[in-house]
């Protein structure tokens, strides 16, 4: 009797351990699958986008940006090329060559904007006195660093310039995606967290006890130069569609 107690007993043990087996077997494979795709991700969205660096920090140099616009704008901007990246990749879709370089002219544009206000703001400095106007134009300066119209814009004018500068991404995403669609939420969550990092690695920067000081004291000043360097060089790009015309 206890023999047969005994081997009933004892047989679902051997099965149970082998389900918790398999059970570990399935996550181990699925995470030697994942981790080659995480580290695929980190890899391509660090070598296309490594010069956002600067612009972050320029960014978050000047004092008519607040850190929360800057972040919302790379945010807005890189979900732009994913989501661009991913509906051509579904699509099929190939973006004509030289199309992509006409992006530079929103850099272009917020860099000769930006190189404007700084030559007013030098000829009131060397004429000693501020204008009405130019009184005007700095309280509404203070106001749109909060207000919501003026907010918006400068969310948006950061993402754009983030769209530009990104254009030459869309020729790395559009095939990554096209290889396996299956996995574009995963680089886009790893694109999303590696966004975070960078923003926080460009405000880091800026407020370093060393560096930061002789970045914010010319983040301001450098910017448009850098916007306006930044769009004629995605501009030259669109030198193809001159030329084929």
């Known amino acids: 009797m206890s023999s047969g107690v005994g081997r009933f007993g004892a047989a679902p043990a051997p099965r149970r351990a082998d389900a918790s087996r398999g059970r570990w077997y399935v996550r181990g494979r699925a995470m030697e699958q994942i981790l080659p795709i995480l580290g695929v991700s980190v890899v391509v969205f660090v070598s296309t986008n490594i010069d956002d660096i600067l612009l972050l920090s320029a960014f978050f140099a000047d004092p008519g940006f607040t850190p929360a616009q800057v972040v919302a704008g790379q945010f807005l901007g890189i979900a732009a090329l994913v989501i661009a990246s991913a509906a051509c990749a579904l699509l099929a879709v190939r973006v004509p060559d030289g199309w992509i370089g006409l992006l530079g002219l929103a850099p272009l544009a917020l860099g000769l904007r930006g190189l404007w206000a700084l030559w007013r703001g030098s000829r009131a400095r060397e004429a000693g006195v501020a204008s009405g106007a130019d009184e005007a134009d700095a309280a509404e ?24 500068n990104g254009g030459d991404n869309l020729g790395v995403y559009i095939p990554l995606f096209s290889s ?18 960078f923003c926080a690695f460009g405000h880091r920067l800026v407020n370093h006890p060393i560096l930061g000081t002789r970045i914010r004291r010319f983040g301001r000043a450098a910017l448009p130069f850098v916007l306006i360097g930044l769009g004629l060089w995605i501009l030259s790009d669109a030198l193809v569609l001159v030329r084929a015309g």
């Open 141 to 164: 300066s203070a106001r749109g660093r909060h207000g919501s119209s003026a907010s918006r814009f400068k969310v948006i004018a950061v993402a754009g310039v983030t769209l530009a």
């Open 180 to 197: 396996s669609p299956a996995h574009i939420p995963l680089h886009a969550a790893v694109f999303a967290v590696m966004t975070g990092a």
